[in-house]
């Protein structure tokens, strides 16, 4: 059993940054690989990035790449994402999540999520 909770997010400027915390709690949390979904209103839950155990894997949806950087601190149970270069199509709640195994894209790949936290990108 995994426990996720974000923070970070908040109202920034288009252009500006911003860096969301995924703090996890439970049992082997190294072993996760752990994945950003968001979803804005009204639009299906997407896929931003995934990480695997050692950090030696991650995917960013094209939407992102070049401005959005995931990592994560085994250490500290935590994963980060990055924002840089913000949109106000960046717009939405930002969920963390984690599964075992590889990198996935869909969120029936995952079996535990955070509660989500909220970007807004003004422009």
């Known amino acids: 059993q995994v426990q996720l909770v974000e923070s970070g997010g908040g109202l920034v400027q288009a252009g500006g940054s911003l860096r969301l915390s995924c703090a996890a709690s439970g049992r082997s949390f190294s072993l996760y690989t752990m994945g950003w979904f968001r979803q804005a209103p009204g639009k299906e839950r997407e896929f931003v990035a995934g990480i695997r155990w050692n950090g030696g894997s991650t995917y960013k949806s094209d939407s992102v790449k070049g401005r959005f950087t995931i990592s994560r601190d085994n250490a500290k149970n935590t994963v980060y994402l990055q924002m840089n270069s913000l949109k106000p199509e960046d717009t939405a709640v930002y969920y963390c999540?984690?599964?075992?195994?590889?990198?996935?894209?869909?969120?029936?790949?995952?079996?535990?999520w955070g509660q989500g936290t909220q970007v807004t990108v003004s422009s």
């Open positions: 999540a984690a599964k075992m195994g590889i990198v996935g894209t869909v969120t029936d790949d995952y079996d535990y």
